[in-house]
């Protein structure tokens, strides 16, 4: 089954503990994307990655790092989170980079920083 | 640069009503248009897209949307609701480039649909 994979699905923890949210895609994708969702604000971009070793900053990149070693894998890493970084983040992928094609979303990883 | 406006946050509607949700975009060139649904916990799918031709799109459970380019606009729109459509929906835009590099897609605030028994 064609899917992307998000984990933690849940997470509490407190300011300043590193955390890794992972991603992972079955369907060859070489677009990834993170974004957070937040109540009136809809998603926001976080980072996105065209191909193996090549990502970009999206619209809210403070806070967060990214990397991407293998096409299939694209983790989020929050290295001091903070409470402003409370907040519901999905990862998604696409198979074209004009994205006229369609965005494959994980089902989302809520993490509450305390 | 381009934006998208979702004039409703939140529209509670009938069932077996029809619903129209707002999307109005700006953008200095040519675009492409789509609606995601985002069913109560879980990540969005897509609904449908407007790339070229035709004005009308049908997708996927009956919803329909029409890219108006004079008013900016792409409304999605479906003749009569069902207790199932209860969720969120967001409009988006990409800005074409012609297949060089990439654009990031740009996503509305949301439009919380709740249908009433």
């Known amino acids: 089954e064609a899917q992307v994979t998000q984990n933690p699905r849940y997470l509490i923890t407190v300011t300043g503990k590193k955390l890794t949210v992972t991603c992972s895609q079955n369907m060859n994708h070489e677009y990834m994307s993170w974004y957070r969702q937040d109540p009136g604000l809809g998603l926001r971009q976080i980072y996105y990655?065209?191909?193996?070793?090549?990502?970009d900053k999206g619209d809210v990149p403070e806070g967060y790092k990214v990397s991407r070693k293998e096409k299939r894998n694209f983790p989020l890493i929050l290295e001091s989170p903070s409470p402003n970084q409370t907040s519901l983040y999905f990862c998604?992928?696409?198979?074209?980079?004009?994205?006229?094609?369609?965005?494959?979303f994980g089902e989302g990883s809520r993490l509450t920083v305390l | 640069a381009q934006s998208v406006t979702q004039l409703d946050s939140q529209v509670p509607v009938f069932e077996e009503a029809p619903v129209e949700l707002r999307c109005n975009y700006s953008?200095?060139?040519?675009?492409?248009l789509f609606w995601y649904v985002q069913y109560p916990n879980q990540g969005l799918q897509l609904l449908l897209k407007y790339l070229s031709g035709s004005t009308l799109v049908k997708g996927i459970n009956g919803f329909e949307a029409e890219f108006n380019k004079s008013q900016t606009s792409f409304h999605l729109r479906k003749p009569s609701v069902h207790i199932s459509d209860t969720a969120e929906y967001f409009c988006?835009?990409?800005?074409?480039?012609?297949?060089?590099?990439?654009?990031?897609?740009?996503f509305g605030t949301g439009t919380r649909l709740t249908i009433i028994p």
């Open positions: 953008s200095s060139v040519s675009v492409y």
């Open positions: 998604a992928s696409s198979s074209t980079k004009g994205l006229a094609g369609e965005l494959f």
């Open positions: 990655s065209m191909n193996v070793e090549v990502t």
């Open positions: 988006a835009v990409s800005r074409f480039i012609s297949n060089f590099g990439n654009e990031k897609l740009t």
